[in-house]
């Protein structure tokens, strides 16, 4: 593995707003695809500007996530996520998820579309799907978060219509199959500053995303590194961008040709708290991901994926390739979770 580069944005950073315009132009949109595309192919990781969420939106969710963790201990245990059941929703504490079977260094609290208890998927106690847990403060968080939830996943369609052109298919390719009623999950992350027990080396450890698309937000701590086939780089933050990378299922789709790249984050000892809020933006729970006709075949890359799995051979839905995987993260719950 080569050494770390130093802090400097050595991966893409593509302007979107082509494809959020309201009349997008073509010829504008072909250069985006073609960027998202040079950018999949090579990274599985970019930046993205011109993306249309507001900056106060962002800022807003921002100083309320801040405000939320800064609550004693207790008073976030009250919504621990061990109290919401199939829906995984709520607060876990630091120490609390094993993302590669070792603790990561980050507190978090867990979100996803809102679903009241009426809802037929959630009457029918569909893992991972139900309402969200809201804390009693700050009073404007769940504002907040829904507002972002939208902007997010309207990222998220025009971010999927740009990586279908980019593979010379219909702009509503992924839409018509499998992101019409997207699965979004969103998490808003704490990584302290005070030091970690020995036996605790990362902030999160080495992993892909599930999915099909991570919309991440970071404050300006930095800590994220990406391994790309030259070795680990830095993905520092760059102010008003998200960084977007690529998940399992669209690896799976596209036979490897679009790469779910291992990333990590480092222990933060900034002196202040770190936030990140991913939204993960992926196929609908009931789909299942199949790989897009006429791609060349996909290597058996098993070996040098964190987990050994191989992303191109699993039967199932992807309800069933997430719980395969999210029981592993939170030994905790799977019992619960898991059991019919
Ligand atoms: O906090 C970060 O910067 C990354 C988090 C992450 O990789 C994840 O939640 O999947
Ligand atoms: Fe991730």
């Not at 500007?49 to 004693?72: C, I, K, S, T, W």
């Not at 936030?275 to 609908?284: A, E, K």
């Not at 006429?294 to 039967?315: I, K, M, Q, T």
Request: with cysteine; hydrophobic share 40%.
């Amino acid at each position: 593995m080569t050494a770390l580069s130093p802090l400097e944005h050595q991966l893409p950073v593509i302007d979107v707003a082509p494809l959020v315009a309201a009349t997008p132009d073509a010829t504008a949109l072909a250069e985006v695809a073609a960027q998202i595309g040079a950018a999949c192919r090579a990274h599985g990781f970019f930046y993205v500007r011109g993306h249309g969420v507001p900056a106060a939106l962002v800022e807003r969710l921002d100083a309320l996530a801040r405000e939320f963790f800064a609550q004693p201990e207790a008073e976030k245990l009250r919504l621990t996520m061990s109290a919401g059941g199939r829906a995984w929703r709520g607060y876990f504490r630091t120490g609390g998820e094993l993302t590669s079977g070792r603790p990561d260094w980050k507190e978090g609290f867990y979100l996803g579309s809102e679903l009241d208890a009426e809802h037929a998927l959630v009457r029918a106690g569909t893992p991972l799907h139900g309402p969200n847990l809201w804390p009693e403060r700050p009073a404007g968080l769940r504002e907040a978060v829904l507002d972002y939830l939208q902007a997010g996943t309207a990222l998220g369609h025009a971010l999927m219509r740009g990586i279908a052109l980019s593979l010379a298919l219909p702009a509503d390719y992924f839409a018509a199959r499998y992101t019409a009623d997207p699965l979004i999950l969103f998490r808003l992350f704490n990584y302290p500053s005070r030091p970690a027990p020995e036996a605790v080396q990362w902030g999160v450890g080495e992993h892909t995303d599930y999915g099909l698309l991570t919309l991440l937000y970071q404050d300006a701590t930095g800590g994220l590194q990406v391994r790309t086939r030259a070795g680990w780089i830095e993905a520092p933050p760059l102010p008003g961008s998200f960084v977007c990378n690529i998940g399992d299922m669209l690896d799976r789709m596209t036979r490897g040709l679009y790469r779910s790249t291992p990333h990590r984050v480092r222990l933060n000892s900034s002196g202040r708290d770190r936030l990140s809020f991913p939204l993960f933006f992926d196929p609908n729970f009931f789909s299942r991901p199949a790989a897009i006709e006429g791609l060349p075949a996909a290597e058996d890359d098993r070996a040098s994926r964190w987990d050994g799995a191989n992303v191109h051979a699993f039967e199932g839905s992807y309800g069933d390739y997430l719980l395969a995987k999210v029981g592993k993260v939170f030994p905790e719950l799977s019992g619960t979770v898991l059991s019919p």
